[in-house]
């Protein structure tokens, strides 16, 4: 099935769904029952990736629900250096 739109003089519009290949030019109107006239759209033709998609999803649940957070988190250690010498990567640290 797709989705197809159209637009009424009167109601505005609306969205009708038929099998692919078999939209007509016009159809009636589902609130007043007058002619409405097929109005072109662009399809949507692509996917959006998982990692995007999952995050799209976080943030639009995160509009009602959001994370309550009980404690500030802890601080990251910045990595230590390594030493330009490997044999000294084997000696005890402070």
């Known amino acids: 099935m797709a989705i197809y739109d159209y637009r009424c003089g009167d109601c505005g519009r609306f969205e009708q769904r038929m099998p ?4 007509t030019a016009a159809v009636v109107c589902p609130s007043c029952g ?14 959006t990736p998982k990692p995007l998609a999952t995050m799209l999803a976080r943030e639009e649940a995160s509009r009602d629900y959001p994370q309550v957070v009980d404690r500030v988190p802890p601080r990251r250690r ?3 250096p390594t030493p330009p010498n490997p044999a000294l990567a084997r000696l005890p640290r402070p």
């Open 78 to 80: 910045p990595p230590r």
């Open 20 to 23: 692919m290949g078999t939209a």
């Open 34 to 47: 007058r002619d409405a006239k097929r109005i072109f759209a662009v399809p949507m033709t692509y996917r």
